[in-house]
C-alpha cells in the first residue's frame, strides 16, 4: 500500500474509461492523481460517465470527479485540470514527472502525439483503443499495441505512424474489445454517433487501473 500510495498518476480523457479508472485508483490507494478533460457533463453522458448525473450536468469533468473522489479519501492529492492534450499544449502536462500515464482520449491526431511523447518518457504508458460499438465483456483483452487485433482505431494508430515515419519509442500495452457491431444510429444533422455501454467502458477503465496497481505491487 505504502508502493502505491507513492505513484504519481496522470489519466487524459475522463469521460466513459477514464473516469471508471480514476475511481478505482483512489479506491486501491493512488493518492497523486491528475485527471484532465476540457468538457462539461452533458445529458448524453449519463449513461456511462462515473460523475455524470442530473445533477452534475453542466459541471466541469474534470471538477465534477475530483469531487467525488476526495470524498472516497479527501487525503488525497487530486490535480484537476480542464485542458486537452495537443501539440500547443502537450509540455505543459511535464510526463517526465509521473509514474504513471494513462491514455483514454478519443482524438486519434493528439492520441498518436500523446503515444509518441509519453513512450519517450520512463513512466509506464496504457493506453485505451476504441471502447464503442462493443456488447460483449468477454471480449476485451489486453495486448501490446501492434497485437492488438480487429480495434478500428488501433488500426488507423498504426497507419497514421506508417504514414508518418514516426513510431512509438517502446512497446505498451492496451485495453481493446475485438467485437464491432454495427451502427444502426442516424442523426438529421449527418452526425454519427457510436453506441457505447457503462459495462464496456467500466471494464475497460478497471482493467486499466488494474494495469497500474499490478505493477506498482510487483514492479
Known sequence: M?????????????????????????????????????????????????????????QVKVDALKERLLSINP??????????????????????SYDYIIDAIDSLKDKALLILMSTKTKA????????????????????????VKGDPLARALRKRFKRDGQYPKRKFLCVYSDQLLENKGHCPSEAQFNG????????????????????????
Not at 473516469?19 to 478505482?24: D, G, H, L, N, V
Not at 483503443?129 to 489486453?142: F, V
Request: charge should be positive; proline fraction near 2%.
Open 2 to 58: 505504502s508502493r502505491i500510495a507513492e505513484k504519481r498518476v496522470i489519466i487524459f480523457g475522463v469521460g466513459g474509461v477514464g473516469s471508471w479508472c480514476a475511481e478505482s485508483l483512489i479506491r486501491s490507494g493512488i493518492r497523486k492523481l491528475t485527471i484532465v478533460d476540457s468538457d462539461r457533463v452533458c445529458i448524453t453522458n449519463i449513461n456511462r460517465q462515473l460523475m455524470a448525473t442530473t445533477k452534475t450536468i453542466g
Open 196 to 219: 457505447t455501454l457503462v459495462h464496456i467502458t467500466a471494464i475497460f477503465g478497471f482493467t486499466l487501473a488494474g494495469l497500474i496497481i499490478q505493477d506498482a505491487v510487483n514492479p
Open 75 to 96: 487525503s488525497a492529492e487530486i490535480t484537476a485540470l480542464q485542458q486537452i492534450f495537443t501539440a500547443e499544449t502537450a509540455d505543459s502536462f511535464q510526463l517526465d
Open 124 to 147: 509506464k504508458f496504457f493506453s485505451s483503443m476504441g471502447a464503442a460499438l462493443k456488447l460483449d465483456p468477454t471480449r476485451i483483452y489486453t495486448a501490446e499495441f501492434w497485437k
